[in-house]
């Protein structure tokens, strides 16, 4: 099954072809990859922000530094990277335009668009300027920006397990990896490196090149993989630290804030490979 916004808006081709004459696509498309690389610049702008700051939220990082201050210092760079990322993808997606068109990876990326900015500028950013406290409106910000994230992760698995995908679950795995502590961290690991294991004995080893059999056991494999993941987050949620401002929803508008960006960069690549 697949989503695109010809599906959508499926009278909107002839002014989707015609978005190639329309000024300044006839400047930008022969300067394409000029401008790719101001979407690419832009995204580790939006990125490395917003994962110092979330870190900061889940209580690893730059925990000597309160959250506000944190905040205080990086919110310029992390609204110059979502303002540079979305002018350049307006330009490089008007000489792009048709591609965009039939593409489910664009739908997935709109969908985490809208949820990274709510959770951002809803949930997190507030949050961090309360200190970890997370006040009614930004919890009514963080179901808005789940929900449109949700249904982006849920776009990306109408095709089976998409690669796009594995880089969201390596993301998270990760994140997990880098807060939890001592043997819980070992035991994690362990059982994260025996799954991989398994996974490569049965592409390489045991079906190789079968792919109607390891289609459905890779998708298994990603929903073994992300219970896992999720189980040890929701495991270490509850146990507080010196660190910690908030509560577990502080941490888990952390772990989202971060993770809906990740999947929005993997739409965002995956639209030059379907
Ligand atoms: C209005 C919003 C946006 C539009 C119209 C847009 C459009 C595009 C287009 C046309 C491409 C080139 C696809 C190709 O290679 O053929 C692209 C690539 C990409 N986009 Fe966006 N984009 C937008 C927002 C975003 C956001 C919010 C993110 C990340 C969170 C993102 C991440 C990426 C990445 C990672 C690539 C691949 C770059 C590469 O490997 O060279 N984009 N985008």
Known sequence: MTINLEQIFPAARPWVENLVNVWPTPYVKPRFAFWEVGHVLSLIMLAGATIVMNLRLIGVGLTQERPSEILRNLRGIQTAGLVGIVLTGLLIGMANAERLYDST??????????????????????????????????????????????????????????????????????????????????????????????????????????????????????????????????????RADRVDEGGPLTKIVGYATILVWVTGAAGGRWIAFA
């Open 105 to 238: 990876a664009f739908i997935v990326k709109m969908l985490a668009l809208f949820g990274g900015v709510i959770l951002t500028y809803g949930a997190s950013r507030p949050a961090a300027a309360a200190e970890g406290r997370i006040s009614t409106a930004a919890k009514a910000w963080f179901a808005l920006g789940m929900a449109f994230w949700l249904a982006a992760l849920v776009v990306f698995t109408t095709n089976g397990l998409a690669p796009g995908l594995l880089h969201v679950i390596t993301a998270a795995a990760l994140l997990v990896l880098f807060v939890t502590r001592g043997r819980s961290r070992i035991v994690y690991a362990g059982v994260l490196a025996i799954l991989l294991l398994a996974q490569e004995l049965a592409i390489h080893l045991i079906y190789p090149g079968d792919l109607t059999r390891l289609d459905p056991i890779n998708f298994g494999f990603g929903i073994i993989f992300a219970a896992w993941i999720v189980g040890t987050a929701l495991l270490q949620l509850s």
